[in-house]
């Protein structure tokens, strides 16, 4: 096998590293910068110039080395190239290949082009390494451009009504996806710190994003009536939200399509928007691949590997420590 699953990770022997390991290891390649791919206290890592600015802002003086997509690199006796995978700025899918053999793990991805991270490009292999945060057909994503409709609409009325619109929305990611594709005309748009740290990094990378104001204790939430508030669902869930009495809430998020989810969240509103792959995503990527081996991880494995066997695949389950798509206050820092 070229790659094997041990308890530290995803493993290369011929390369002898990992792919987002969950313990520390000698040598660690990354697919992206959320927590739940990139740990602390591996010695080496290895990840996408466009990646590394967001990991140093979370896991500080480390020891990163950097590839632009595509370009091939020979660990050992392995091959490896990263290549887009659509989920946030800098995501990466990482092919390894050994004496002719092509695996692929595609850490997070999304198929859907958002205008904002850089595309998911399919990757012709033998193997594929999938997750399936949302495997279930009752997936669907709602095109980005009636989201941004909806999310105007919603901020319009609160507006009239004399209300703060206090978005939630994780804080690498989803969030600036949002504000990059906002009206920033309508009105302030506010920024829990988390949001406004990772905006700043982002920016220093070149990405366009609109003017935001950043919440800190001084704010006087007056001072900026008929405001948008991006926050973090941690944020959402404590005292930070105090600041705004009477705000109408929202979260974006594919699991607003499960209004069950909606009402235990005590959200107004629930905007169905996601960085992960939907059913139809997962299956055109998997498609595309031409792999006939596919290994599923996070999320609905039992029920996605089934229907993949079904198609014919030769498909088994992964168990890993990845989080996939998470409304827990807790995991502002872990997921999207």
């Not at 996408?48 to 500080?60: F, I, K, N, Q, S």
């Not at 692929?104 to 998911?120: H, L, M, N, P």
């Not at 302030?188 to 949001?195: E, F, K, N, R, V």
């Not at 169905?272 to 059913?279: I, P, T």
Request: glycine share 10%; net charge negative.
């Amino acid at each position: 096998m070229v790659l094997e699953f041990r308890r530290q990770g995803i493993y290369c022997p011929a390369g002898d590293f990992f792919i987002d390991p969950w313990r520390p290891v000698d040598r660690a390649l990354i697919t992206h910068g959320h927590a739940d791919h990139a740990r602390d206290g591996m010695k080496r890592y290895l990840a996408t110039e466009a990646a590394a600015p967001v990991m140093r802002h979370r896991l500080g003086q480390i020891d990163l080395e950097t590839t632009p997509y595509g370009h091939e690199t020979r660990i050992g006796d392995a091959k490896v190239s990263f290549h887009p995978a659509g989920h946030v700025p800098g995501s990466a899918q990482i092919r390894v290949e050994v004496a002719g053999e092509v695996w692929v793990v595609s850490g997070d991805y999304k198929t859907v082009d958002d205008g904002f991270s850089e595309a998911f490009e399919p990757v012709p292999c033998h193997a594929f390494i999938t997750e399936c945060t949302f495997g279930l057909p009752a997936f669907s994503w709602t095109p980005q451009q009636q989201v941004t409709d909806e999310i105007h609409a919603w901020w319009a009325k609160n507006q009239a009504e004399g209300r703060f619109s206090v978005l939630g929305a994780y804080a690498l990611g989803k969030a600036q996806r949002i504000l990059a594709s906002l009206d920033a005309s309508m009105g302030p748009i506010l920024t829990h710190g988390a949001i406004e740290n990772t905006n700043a990094v982002l920016r220093a990378q070149g990405l366009s994003l609109p003017d935001t104001i950043h919440v800190t204790p001084d704010t006087n939430a007056k001072d900026y009536p008929g405001a948008l508030v991006l926050a973090t669902p941690g944020g959402m869930g404590g005292p930070w939200m105090r600041r705004f009495p009477g705000a109408s809430t929202a979260f974006a998020s594919g699991w607003m399509a499960l209004r069950g989810v909606r009402r235990r969240r005590s959200a107004d509103r629930g905007f169905v928007m996601s960085d992960h792959a939907d059913w139809e995503g997962l299956n055109t990527a998997i498609k595309a691949t031409g792999a006939e081996r596919i290994f599923v991880t996070h999320g609905y494995t039992s029920v996605f590997s089934r229907w993949l066997t079904e198609q014919g695949f030769d498909a088994g389950i992964v168990e890993t420590e990845f989080e996939g798509e998470n409304l827990d206050p807790a995991a502002d820092e872990v997921v999207e």
